[in-house]
């Protein structure tokens, strides 16, 4: 069963617009991961925050830790029509995914 | 330095027959893991491996689907008598080990698209 479900399941910006997606998951975690799949490319690991953390950043990512509500958000700030791809989140060692949330960046 | 590969990139299979898909992870990544993604969906866990050892296979679907990694590095995952429902994309992942501890980050491959006819 995946253990991260993302929301929205769709979400169209405009180039520069911040996007933001959310993940839930259902058991304690230890680590949560978010990753990005483009059109016809593999899985790229973004960033894992583990469960001590509430902020991490990397570059234009901001991701959040709520592990009271059980839930994560993702932030690309400034987005880029290349950031155009699915996004998951992940959690535990065995890595079960979510959905995704596939996201549109119109230039 | 090479990330993990896996061949064949695309394979079509008639109904019936059985396929055999490699993976070649990341040199000295202790742990390997497959992946079924059907369109649209997200990666389905199957099945994951530390050295020579499947410590998890309960995300196989059936006792059609085998993966092996004899000798700890390049793993095979075979699907016998293929059905239509098994037409996906299979992705191999490798994790390194740090600290002693596995950790928990995957590196992917680009995948292989299987279709069943």
């Known amino acids: 069963s995946q253990q991260g479900e993302e929301d929205p399941q769709a979400l169209s910006i405009q180039e520069g617009e911040n996007a933001t997606m959310n993940c839930s998951y259902k058991?304690?975690?230890?680590?949560l991961q978010w990753y990005r799949q483009n059109s016809g490319r593999g899985l790229v690991h973004l960033i894992l925050i583990r469960s001590n953390e509430r902020e991490k950043h990397s570059g234009r990512l901001r991701v959040t830790l709520d592990t009271s509500k059980k839930s994560s958000s993702l932030l690309i700030t400034a987005s880029r029509a290349a950031d155009t791809a699915s996004y998951f989140c992940?959690?535990?060692?065995?890595?079960?995914f979510g959905a995704g949330t596939r996201l549109t960046v119109k230039p | 330095g090479a990330g993990v590969s896996q061949s064949p990139r695309y394979k079509v299979a008639k109904r019936g027959q059985d396929v055999a898909l490699r993976c070649d992870p990341i040199?000295?990544?202790?742990?390997l893991f497959w992946y079924q993604q059907a369109l649209g969906q997200g990666p389905e866990f199957l099945t994951y491996f530390q050295n020579e050892a499947q410590l998890d296979k309960s995300g196989l679907p059936s006792d059609r689907f085998f993966a092996e990694r004899p000798e700890g590095s390049v793993s095979t995952l075979k699907i016998q008598r293929t059905q239509q429902e098994d037409s996906a994309v299979y992705l191999c992942?490798?994790?390194?080990?740090?600290?002693?501890?596995?950790?928990?980050?995957?590196?992917f491959g680009p995948g292989t698209r299987l279709t069943v006819l």
């Open positions: 992940a959690t535990g060692s065995r890595v079960r």
């Open positions: 058991t304690s975690i230890n680590n």
């Open positions: 992942a490798s994790s390194p080990r740090r600290g002693g501890q596995p950790t928990d980050t995957q590196y």
């Open positions: 040199s000295g990544h202790v742990s």
